[in-house]
């Protein structure tokens, strides 16, 4: 007979709040909404989304690795 699978229960941790910053630093636009700086051609509007997937894959790892 197998084991039951032991219930875990869910855990709030102060490393989550860090989840937030990307989350609210791409929905809050007029933030990041201009042409200028730009940045090898590309403007502001473009670089920062472009640079908010893998500072957010970032996040997400350091949040990971904290938890478990």
Do not use: D, K
Not at 18 to 36: D, E, I, Q, S
């Amino acid at each position: 007979m197998a084991e039951p699978i032991p219930s875990r229960t869910p855990r709030a941790s102060a490393w989550r709040l860090l989840l937030l910053v990307p989350f609210v630093g791409t929905l809050w636009v007029p933030f990041y909404n201009h042409a200028l700086p730009a940045l090898f051609g590309f403007p502001f509007f473009y670089w920062y989304q472009l640079l908010a997937v893998p500072v957010s894959a970032l996040i997400i790892f350091i949040v990971y690795r904290a938890e478990t």
